[in-house]
T-cell receptor, first 114, second 114 residues
Framework: DSGVTQTPKHLITATGQRVTLRCSPR?????VYWYQQSLDQGLQFLIQ???????AKGNILERFSAQQFPDLHSELNLSSLELGDSALYFC?????????????FGQGTRLTVV | AQSVTQLDSQVPVFEEAPVELRCNYS??????LFWYVQYPNQGLQLLLK??????LVKGINGFEAEFNKSQTSFHLRKPSVHISDTAEYFC????????????FGKGTLLTVNP
């Protein structure tokens, strides 16, 4: 158990809908990262927050947004969903930002858009 | 910019045989290198990491990797694999400076056959 909790584990929704994925980092970790894993794109970095502030942005679509709350949990919001958004979404956390650290991954949320 | 290339998408081996999973990286700055393992329907688990110091790094489950700066490689090895090592293995690089994201390779599926 990595200590990173993601909910829900599975989500099935229709095209055009909006969903929210939740991540609770390990106790004491200030950084939260979101990744998308799909068969064709592999593991893609979406976005990172550190202590409530956005610190790095990757290949995140404009239809997607995220935030980190004062209690350090994070939510990834996906809207106007398309079939191609079906993927495994991982959250990771680390105690420090940037280099010289290690990221712990949650079990992921498997999103299926039908 | 940084990138990671895992040279083999699939590696089938027999139980108790040695295995090497290859990883090459490119980066314009000093890097920190990681190998993660993903078992079916699970999140990513850190196998080992290279931050500095000895270029031979030992990890969990009998795996080790050697950092070779001149060849920009970080190959993962195990002298004798078990059926339970069947999983997907990801090489990742974490750049320095303001680059906070982990960049992953496409993964190598290791299948250990009896």
């Amino acid at each position: 158990d990595s200590g990173v909790t993601q909910t829900p584990k599975h989500l099935i929704t229709a095209t055009g809908q909006r969903v929210t994925l939740r991540c609770s980092p390990r106790s004491g970790d200030l950084s939260v990262y979101w990744y998308q894993q799909s068969l064709d794109q592999g593991l893609q970095f979406l976005i990172q927050y550190y202590n409530g502030e956005e610190r790095a942005k990757g290949n995140i679509l404009e239809r997607f947004s995220a935030q980190q709350f004062p209690d350090l949990h994070s939510e990834l919001n996906l809207s106007s969903l398309e079939l191609g958004d079906s993927a495994l979404y991982f959250c990771a956390s680390s105690v420090l930002q940037g280099q010289n650290t290690e990221a712990f991954f949650g079990q992921g949320t498997r999103l299926t858009v039908v | 910019a940084q990138s990671v290339t895992q040279l083999d998408s699939q590696v089938p081996v027999f139980e108790e045989a040695p295995v090497e999973l290859r990883c090459n990286y490119s980066s314009s700055v000093s890097v920190y290198l990681f190998w993660y393992v993903q078992y079916p329907n699970q999140g990513l688990q850190l196998l080992l990491k290279y931050l500095s110091g000895s270029t031979l790094v030992k990890g969990i489950n009998g795996f080790e990797a050697e950092f070779n700066k001149s060849q920009t490689s970080f190959h993962l090895r195990k002298p004798s694999v078990h059926i339970s090592d069947t999983a997907e293995y990801f090489c990742a690089v974490w750049g320095g400076g303001s680059n906070y994201k982990l960049t992953f390779g496409k993964g190598t599926l290791l299948t250990v056959n009896p």
